[in-house]
């Protein structure tokens, strides 16, 4: 099993940046894939960027390409998601999300482990 930990979240004001950080634990070469994810009430939940095992490969949701990055470290066992020009639309509680595969997917099913989220809201 992996266990995922996200921490970043918070309060900002728009045009402002956080970085969130997702912390693996336990069987770690399960985390191959990484993405994150996010969700806001009543809504399903809409992916927001994914990297690959090596981090050569990323994705991009549309709504957050040019102001979102994602990387990862692996020697920390560590994905991270440095939103930048963030807008209230962006407020949401963000997922980690890990694969045993080593590819980039959107599809929030193809994904083995998740984390519990960490919120984040956007004023404006």
């Known amino acids: 099993q992996v266990q995922l930990a996200e921490s970043g979240g918070g309060l900002v004001q728009a045009g402002g940046s956080l970085r969130l950080s997702c912390a693996a634990s336990?069987?770690?070469?399960?985390?191959?894939?990484m993405g994150w994810y996010r969700q806001t009430p009543g809504k399903e939940r809409e992916f927001v960027a994914a990297i690959s095992l090596s981090g050569g490969s990323t994705s991009y949701s549309d709504s957050v390409k040019g102001r979102f990055t994602i990387s990862r470290d692996n020697t920390k066992n560590t994905v991270y998601l440095q939103m930048n020009s963030l807008k209230p639309e962006d407020t949401a509680v963000y997922y980690c999300?890990?694969?045993?595969?080593?590819?980039?997917?959107?599809?929030?099913?193809?994904?083995?482990?998740w984390g519990q989220g960490t919120q984040v809201t956007v004023s404006s």
């Open positions: 336990g069987r770690t070469f399960g985390m191959n894939g």
């Open positions: 999300a890990a694969r045993h595969a080593t590819s980039v997917t959107r599809r929030w099913d193809e994904y083995d482990y």
